[in-house]
């Protein structure tokens, strides 16, 4: 991408501070933020938006190493009372609305994975049962990561179809950038 995701412009400000806010705005009890590249400058953004300390700060120094390490972390710093957790990556933005919905149904279903769906394909991100949390601390960037605990859990996954393909957003290039900046990235 030529720079950090994370310093990205979505709606007017850096893609983390969006994520961040976007979760705020929900009724998610604790949010772990995973820092590798740059995390001094990208933690500042942090403590921008998150006054109350409802977000908290993890660093994940093995980044280099693929997003399972930053998964791992991130697992590893939720606490013992979390019933689920969500895994999502900063460059797969949502509008607060999305990932309430998301996660009102994860619990009124009791599922054990619950993920958003447009026209039948899944999106992301995924709402795990915090009872996968060791098999989400477990796994590899060789078995694919969370697919790897998915496709295990196959048989207890629920897809929740939103009408907007804004569930399907992926920022991989330069790109899917400009698509989903005209798309869904701009500020109205």
């Known amino acids: 991408m030529a720079q950090p995701k994370q310093s990205l ?3 007017g ?8 806010e976007q979760l705020l705005a929900t009724t998610a009890q604790e949010i772990v933020v995973v820092l590798g590249f740059k995390a001094g ?3 500042a953004i942090l403590k921008q938006v998150n006054p109350g300390g409802r977000a908290k700060l993890a660093l994940n120094p093995n980044y280099r190493y693929g997003k ?5 972390i991130g697992v590893e710093n939720v606490s013992e009372e ?6 999502l990556a900063v460059d797969q933005p949502r509008p607060a609305a999305v990932y309430q919905r998301l996660f009102d149904a ?18 992301h991100p995924p709402v795990f049962d915090a009872s996968l949390a060791q098999e989400l601390g477990q ?4 078995k694919q990561g969370v697919r790897e605990v998915i496709e295990r859990h196959r048989d207890g996954l629920r897809a929740v179809e939103f009408d907007t393909p804004a569930v399907l957003t992926n920022l991989n290039t330069p790109e899917d950038y400009q698509q989903a900046l ?4 701009q500020k109205a």
């Open 9 to 11: 412009l979505w709606q």
């Open 182 to 185: 005209k798309q869904f990235g």
């Open 13 to 20: 400000v850096p893609l983390l501070r969006y994520q961040v």
């Open 68 to 72: 399972t390490t930053s998964i791992k």
């Open 106 to 123: 994860h619990v009124q279903g009791k599922n054990l994975i619950t993920v958003p769906a447009y026209q039948g394909k899944h999106g």
């Open 139 to 142: 796994m590899t960037e060789e």
């Open 41 to 43: 400058e990208f933690a």
């Open 82 to 87: 979390a019933t689920d957790i969500v895994i």
